[in-house]
């Protein structure tokens, strides 16, 4: 073993020219390794990178770059004049361990923050039934990863700059273009905004729109997450019941001449839980009960690409006046860029510009110019129908799956990644149940602002490639392995 003053003979690694690893890595890989194994103490003295160089027959910039992966993972130090040093190292950091299906467990009542901080745990097995995001492989990792790289080579320096507040303007100037050709009258300038996914826009509007004591309409069921963010705002949330067709709408007279409610939020197409979509003449009347009841419609564009075609949007029956449209691309593209919009009256936008700069000053640009690419390149339109084709056949394998474990589906969903099913017990008690076997359901009592019993459950329909889950659901709904499942709620 070497002395803290010896240095390492660069004969120690030889280069091996047709292997998978490039050179960088196998000079950094091996040198790191000698150090876990104590082959290299603290102190020791890496060779120069002129000699390392010479005695391996590579290049210098191959060595250099070696040296600095080192020293990022904190295993080596430069020392200016000097050269490379090994570190000493403090204790050890192991990895925490993974959850357990223990971990999962819920509070006294499940809450939307257990849903959500399991959503994004690792999976376990089974936890796609509530999750809300569609597998990496269903997507297209190599259609980002390649914008990616055209963006890095094309970009350059504009990577290195605060994007403009308003957003990427190639971006908006296409997204306009896709919108005027769905009718939405939509100016790249004047009706645009990027945001950082869709629940950063919901955010903004609601910032924005809402007061303390407002009433604020929406869907029961509905998407969740939106009820805590308008509660802690302090708007009343009351719930319009959804139908197939679209909402109650002689209730939404109703509650909108009590109320005087500020807003109304609405997933127009492919309704998030049970993936309905409106129809037109539901379409019409909302927007006659808006200019009637003077309040704002707030159009939830989500998982619109994930529906046929066709379907009526609000914003291009109503051209901006009433109506603000939200969307992004977490959905079908990827959630990690967080890339949505907000399209809406000129006057609106305007200030949900200022309260973006507020918050965040300005656009994440990388991302917006990697979606750019996608879109512009003409390949996403093509990608979108591959996804809805096979995010189709799963709903329908998985509706029939869940039938033949006793669940119906009362209204069947024409599009969409969800299943809205009625389990015919208490929703809850199946959800804690199935959290005891690390497998994540999303009982019906989270989608109604209420927080009313329910024994509907929403399934996402991935699940059906997992045959584990429908195991686990088949054990749930016999009551099977003292679950405490009944199909009175619990025993």
């Not at 003295?45 to 080192?70: C, G, H, K, N, W």
């Not at 303390?212 to 019941?241: H, K, Q």
Request: charged fraction near 20%; aromatic fraction near 6%; glycine fraction near 10%.
């Amino acid at each position: 073993m070497l002395s803290p003053s010896e240095t390492l003979s660069p004969q120690a690694w030889q280069p091996v020219r047709e292997a998978d690893q490039t050179l960088v890595a196998q000079l950094a890989d091996d040198l790191a390794r000698r150090i876990d194994e104590q082959g290299l103490r603290p102190g020791t003295r890496l060779p120069s990178i002129r000699r390392m160089a010479e005695q391996a027959q590579v290049s210098r910039f191959t060595v250099v770059e070696a040296y600095d992966r080192l020293v990022a993972r904190g295993l080596v130090q430069s020392r200016r004049g000097a050269g490379f040093f090994v570190r000493a190292r403090g204790g050890q950091l192991t990895a925490a361990p993974a959850p357990a299906a223990a971990d999962m467990a819920p509070p006294a009542r499940v809450d939307v923050i257990w849903l959500l901080r399991n959503m994004f745990r690792d999976s376990a097995p089974g936890a796609p039934g509530g999750a809300g995001l569609l597998p990496s492989e269903w997507l297209d990792p190599e259609l980002v990863a390649g914008a990616i790289r055209a963006v890095g080579r094309s970009a350059r320096g504009n990577l290195l700059s605060y994007g403009r507040p308003q957003g990427y303007a190639p971006l908006r100037q296409q997204l306009a273009a896709m919108l005027q050709g769905e009718g939405v009258p939509a100016h790249p300038e004047h009706n645009l905004l990027t945001v950082n996914g869709v629940t950063h826009g919901l955010d903004l509007i609601a910032r924005h729109l809402v007061r303390p004591g407002d009433t604020v309409l929406v869907e029961d069921p509905a998407w969740f997450v939106i009820f805590g963010r308008l509660s802690a705002f302090g708007a009343r949330v009351i719930g319009v019941p959804r139908g197939p067709d679209g909402p109650d709408l002689a209730l939404l007279d109703r509650m909108a001449a009590e109320h005087k409610p500020r807003l109304f939020i609405i997933n127009a197409a492919v309704h998030n839980p049970t993936g309905h979509t409106l129809s037109a003449g539901a379409a019409y009347d909302i927007l006659r009960l808006a200019e009637r009841h003077d309040f704002m419609v707030v159009e939830d564009d989500t998982y619109a690409e994930l529906h046929p075609g066709g379907a009526m949007k609000l914003a291009a029956l109503d051209r901006l006046r009433r109506v603000i449209l939200v969307g992004g691309f977490s959905k079908t593209l990827a959630a990690s860029l967080r890339v949505g919009y907000v399209a809406a009256h000129a006057d609106i936008l305007e200030q949900l510009t200022h309260l973006k700069m507020l918050a965040g000053l300005t656009s994440p640009e990388l991302g917006e110019r990697v979606v750019h690419r996608v879109l512009v390149e003409g390949q996403y339109r093509r990608h979108v129908e591959r996804v809805r084709a096979r995010v189709d056949d799963a709903r329908r394998r998985c509706s029939r799956a869940l039938a033949d474990l006793g669940m119906t589906v009362p209204f069947e969903a024409q599009a969409g990644m969800f299943v809205w099913a009625d389990c015919g017990r208490d929703s809850e008690a199946v959800a804690r149940a199935a959290a005891d076997r690390g497998m994540l359901l999303a009982p019906g009592t989270l989608f109604s602002p209420s927080q009313a019993p329910s024994t509907m459950l929403r399934f996402s329909v991935p699940m059906i490639e997992n045959p584990k889950s429908f195991e686990m659901l088949a054990e749930l709904m016999r009551g099977d392995g003292g679950t405490g499942v009944s199909a009175r709620g619990t025993n």
